[in-house]
């Protein structure tokens, strides 16, 4: 009885033995698995995440933030120019990297939308005042609103004051500001916008007196 109750102790005791060391085989592999995937794909310099990042080999929190900070990168190779990567880190580093070159084009274009639109807006800006500034009704009274005899400094003007003047708006005043200083109430005529038509109706109520 003793001898049976051993052999199936004994059997019980080598069942769970290979059960467990197919159990350990089965986790080496889905880790070996795992890990090859990971180092099969690259990681693109320019999309990835500061915790995509911290996952390479030899990047840690500092040096992430450091290649974040430096985009767009053009190359690998410039991963060599960034504090911290050694020659013995860009070795081991280079390998698992990549830089797609779609990011910089599209970084270059989204870049340059701002300044289109902001000229535009500009264009768009001085049209309109033009337009409302130059009516005959409205110049006529601007005219009648200024003082008899008062001269505006256009050297010294404010924004608000430049407006009074026949003609001139916001958009006006503030290319009269950015033109200044002038040597003559006739240098006025180089600002945008302002030419002899303009001129006419504000000359004899400008000055540059100093």
């Given at each position: 009885m003793r001898s049976a109750l051993v052999r199936i102790a004994l059997g019980l005791m080598l069942s769970l033995a290979l059960t467990a060391q197919v159990q350990a085989q089965a986790?080496?592999?889905?880790?070996?698995?795992?890990?090859?995937?990971k180092a099969a794909a690259k990681v693109d310099l320019n999309t990835a995440t500061v915790s995509e990042l911290e996952e390479l080999p030899g990047i840690g929190p500092a040096r992430?933030?450091?290649?974040v900070k430096a985009r767009p990168f053009k190359t690998v190779n410039e991963?060599?120019?960034?504090?911290?990567?050694?020659?013995?880190?860009?070795?081991?580093?280079?390998?698992?990297?990549?830089?797609?070159?779609t990011i910089t084009k599209t970084t270059t274009?989204?870049?340059?939308?701002?300044?289109?639109?902001?000229?535009?807006a500009t264009k768009k800006a001085a049209a309109a005042e033009a337009a409302h500034e130059e009516d005959?009704?409205?110049?006529?009274?601007?005219?009648?609103a200024l003082a008899a005899g008062r001269k505006i400094n256009i050297n010294t003007a404010t924004a608000e004051e430049l407006q009074?003047?026949?003609?001139?708006?916001?958009?006006?005043?503030?290319?009269?500001?950015?033109?200044?200083?002038?040597?003559?109430?006739?240098?006025?005529?180089?600002?945008?916008g302002i030419k002899q038509g303009?001129?006419?109706?504000?000359?004899?109520?400008?000055?540059?007196?100093k």
């Open positions: 986790t080496k592999s889905t880790t070996t698995t795992t890990t090859t995937k992430a933030a450091e290649i991963l060599k120019a960034l504090k911290g990567i050694s020659a013995a880190t860009y070795a081991e580093l280079a390998p698992h990297v990549t830089v797609g070159e274009t989204k870049e340059a939308m701002p300044k289109t639109a902001t000229k535009t005959p009704q409205h110049l006529t009274k601007k005219k009648d009074e003047l026949p003609g001139i708006g916001p958009v006006r005043s503030a290319a009269i500001i950015k033109e200044r200083p002038f040597e003559s109430v006739e240098d006025i005529m180089k600002v945008e303009i001129f006419g109706h504000i000359k004899d109520h400008i000055s540059v007196a």
